[in-house]
Every structure is written in structure tokens, then in C-alpha cells.
């Protein structure tokens, strides 16, 4: 027994052995090759669209991230498509619509080089000359591009589906798609779409539409005048445009209430400023083209918050000697999207500064011996240069100028009195403007030197 006991201790042991040994050996095994990990860049944010005349400008951020929230994002370039239709997909999108614009997205630099630019030096690597910059736009940067709307790109896309199997001819060839609209009206979508470095597309931006029938007709007849605190245009409605019911003047009307709330103006009107020297036929930004692979520039932003229905706007940062060109575009408003006629003819002013200041008040004379003190009510003119007095003998004296120059201050002392003569006097402001703006003469007042 006792021999017997440790030999088969032995044995269990070495079982034991051998199973955790063929368990090691299963677990060495190399099993199926797993799938390489693709990095998609996000989806493009702040997509918008805005068409002014045949013009329709785009506007995203470019996109800083990939789909797992890592950064950078694995991006080469953010393509961006138009299709005149309703797409059955973005795949649709791409495969039969128009190549608007693709802007090619610089990779970001190495962590080193992003040191050295916040001035983070590591002195335990050796300095390297910064690589020079690829060409393109960083991530996270808003840029922007333009399409020039022609005929053929406001029909409707013309789909080729090819069948499979057994399916009849008819099936086969061109299907023309129904036309996206709002209210009734045809538009045009578009979508932006990142692109990694192995060709492979993230997930498309929401769609945003434009309405693809002919825009209203420009206003006419931009006219600009100005006064002292404002520059004031006018224009002329387009023909067909709608407007107000108006009545004489010299009609009496009984006071009533409309029982129909009365439509709103179908058309309005933005107002926008132009470089100087901007031809009318130079005043929208885009030209016709292919597709660019650089972006052309922003809409233009008009001076108007809200499209106005009134055919006149002020503006109120006027500056005398500097010129200001202003062009405007009728509006046409579908639903929550608008679209805009071309640019005005281009109507330009240069203010000048004609407006004297307001007369001086409450002139006042105090006679002493040898010396009448004058004494005045300031004038609130920002461009105010000054006072002048005037002064003439009594009675029917004509008042010639005291003082060379225009004075500061709001009072003056007379020393050139004589005693016993009788004296009249007034003060003028002067301003700033070459030539200078003289105002009226303040109230005469006489006094009697001592």
C-alpha cells in the first residue's frame, strides 16, 4: 500500500500537467483575422444654402473628429453634391448628381510641431524644421462654396437603374424623378460628405434645398440721398411686384374693421453694400465655372436684419468724405426658404459735410473797468472746431470778427474797450469740415465800455 499510494499520486499529477499544458497549447491557437479598423470622419455640421440670383452659395464647418469621437479625424477632403429631384439616396446623390465643389483638408501637424507653435519647447528632442503646410483648410473651419445654377442643372435628374434577373424590359433605361418641392415650388438639394485618406466616405450631411425656378426681377431706380445723421435710399419695385392697397388723400372713409386678415406682401427686399467703384454687372461674387476645388467666398450679408417690405432703407453710419455703394435684391419667400433676384444696379454717395452747427445760446456781457466779459451756452456737436465773437459799435455797426481763431472756451474778455462807447456783440461755432461749416450768430447783446 504504501508503494502503491505515491506512484499514483504521481500519476494524477502528471495528468494534471498534461491538461494544463494542452489548455496552454489550445489557447496559442491563432484564430480568424480580425477586420481592420476604418476611421469615417463625422458628418459635416452647419450645412446651409442661400441662392442669390443663379447663385447658390454652401456653407459647412469641416468636420475635426471621426465617427468614435477621435481626434484628429482621418480626413482628406469633404466633397459636396447637388441633385435637381427628390434622391432615392445619398448613394443617388452622388452617382447621378453634380460634383459642386471638393475641398481638399490639410492633416494636422505632428504633436511637436503643435507644441512649438503654443511655445511648448521640448528640449530633449532635437529641433526639426517645420514641415511646410499642405494645401487646404483645417479641420473645424468653416468654409464656403459656390454653384452657378444653369438650365440643364435645374431640370430634373435623369436615374439609370439597370435590372437584375428575370425583370421585364420596360424596367430597364432612364427614370426621370419627381422634383422635390416646398409649396408646390421645384428646389435643388444639396449634401457634403467627408472623405478619409483610403477613399472612403463618413456619413452625409442633412439635406438643404433651394428653390430652382427663375428668381424675381431686381429693383430699379436705387436712389441715395443723405442728411446730417443718415443716408436714405429709395428704389422702384420690380414690375409685377405686389403691393399695398392705397386710397387718395382727399377720400374720406368711414372707420372699419377688415373681417379677412389682410395677405402679406409676397416680395421684400435686402439691402446690401458694395466695395467702391463696384460695376452693377460685378456686384455678386460668383462666376460661372466647373467644379471648384476651391471654395469662392460667403454669401454676401445685407445690412437688412429682416427682408424689408417697405422700398426704402436708412443707414445710419454715415461718414462725411467716405463713398458708400449699395446695391438691392427683390426677395421671394417659399415656405421657410427664400430666394433672391439678382443685384440692383449699383447706386453710390459720397456725404460731405454741409451742416453748420446750431447757434450758440444765452450770450450774456458784463462790463468792468477796461474789460466786458462775455459768457455763453456750449454747443453739443461732436466735429465742433470752436467759437468765433463778433463785435460791432452801436448803433448799426457791422460786426466784424473779434477773434483770429476759433476759441474753446464759452467765454471771452474783451480788452479793447473804450471807455463810454457802446458795443454789440454776437458769437458763431465753427466745425471741423473742410471748409468749415459756420452756424448762425447767437442773440446780439450791447454793452458800454468803462
Not at 57 to 70: E, G, R, T
Not at 129 to 158: S, Y
Not at 202 to 221: I, K, L, Q
Request: charged share 20%.
Amino acid at each position: 500500500m504504501r508503494s502503491w499510494l505515491p506512484w499514483r499520486a504521481r500519476a494524477c499529477g502528471l495528468l494534471v500537467l498534461g491538461l494544463v499544458a494542452g489548455t496552454a497549447a489550445g489557447c496559442g491557437k491563432k484564430g480568424p483575422p480580425l477586420a481592420p479598423l476604418l476611421r469615417l470622419p463625422a458628418p459635416v455640421d452647419q450645412f446651409s444654402a442661400r441662392r442669390l440670383g443663379s447663385t447658390v452659395y454652401l456653407q459647412f464647418a469641416i468636420p475635426a473628429k471621426s465617427q468614435d469621437n477621435s481626434v484628429p479625424a482621418d480626413l482628406a477632403r469633404v466633397d459636396v453634391y447637388g441633385y435637381t429631384g427628390t434622391p432615392a439616396s445619398d448613394d443617388d446623390m452622388v452617382k447621378y448628381g453634380t460634383l459642386v465643389a471638393s475641398v481638399p483638408v490639410r492633416r494636422p501637424p505632428p504633436p511637436e510641431e503643435e507644441d512649438r507653435a503654443r511655445g511648448k519647447e521640448q528640449p530633449s528632442k532635437p529641433k526639426s524644421k517645420p514641415a511646410e503646410p499642405e494645401p487646404g483648410f483645417d479641420q473645424g473651419a468653416t468654409v464656403a462654396a459656390t454653384e452657378t445654377l444653369t438650365r440643364a442643372l435645374m431640370q430634373p435628374a435623369v436615374v439609370t437603374r439597370r435590372s437584375r434577373g428575370k425583370v421585364p424590359a420596360r424596367a430597364e433605361g432612364p427614370i426621370t424623378l419627381p422634383v422635390a418641392t416646398v409649396e408646390d415650388v421645384p428646389t435643388r438639394v444639396y449634401v457634403a460628405v467627408g472623405v478619409n485618406h483610403k477613399g472612403r466616405r463618413g456619413t452625409f450631411s442633412p439635406h438643404v434645398v433651394v428653390p430652382v425656378v427663375d428668381p424675381p426681377a431686381p429693383p430699379t431706380g436705387l436712389t441715395p440721398t443723405y442728411t446730417e445723421t443718415q443716408i436714405t435710399l429709395v428704389w422702384t419695385p420690380p414690375p409685377g411686384a405686389p403691393v399695398a392697397a392705397q386710397h387718395a388723400a382727399d377720400v374720406a372713409y368711414l372707420p372699419a374693421r377688415p373681417i379677412v386678415p389682410l395677405a402679406a406682401p409676397a416680395w421684400f427686399y435686402d439691402v446690401f453694400e458694395v466695395p467702391a467703384g463696384t460695376p452693377a454687372s460685378d456686384s455678386s461674387a460668383a462666376r460661372p465655372g466647373g467644379p471648384p476645388t476651391i471654395p469662392r467666398g460667403e454669401a454676401p450679408v445685407p445690412l437688412t436684419q429682416q427682408p424689408l417690405t417697405a422700398t426704402t432703407f436708412n443707414d445710419t453710419r454715415i461718414e462725411f468724405g467716405a463713398e458708400r455703394c449699395y446695391t438691392v435684391r427683390t426677395v421671394n419667400v417659399f415656405d421657410k426658404i427664400q430666394l433672391e433676384s439678382e443685384p440692383s444696379a449699383v447706386a453710390c454717395i459720397t456725404p460731405r459735410d454741409t451742416f453748420p452747427p446750431v447757434s450758440p445760446k444765452g450770450l450774456i456781457a458784463v462790463a468792468s473797468a477796461g474789460v466786458i466779459s462775455l459768457n455763453w451756452e456750449p454747443n453739443s456737436e461732436r466735429d465742433l472746431a470752436g467759437y468765433l465773437v463778433l463785435r460791432g459799435e452801436a448803433p448799426g455797426a457791422k460786426l466784424q470778427q473779434l477773434t483770429p481763431e476759433p476759441i474753446h472756451e464759452i467765454t471771452y474778455e474783451d480788452k479793447t474797450v473804450k471807455p463810454g462807447a457802446r458795443y454789440v456783440y454776437a458769437v458763431v461755432a465753427v466745425d471741423k469740415a473742410m471748409p468749415p461749416n459756420i452756424s448762425a450768430q447767437s442773440n446780439r447783446i450791447e454793452q458800454t465800455g468803462r
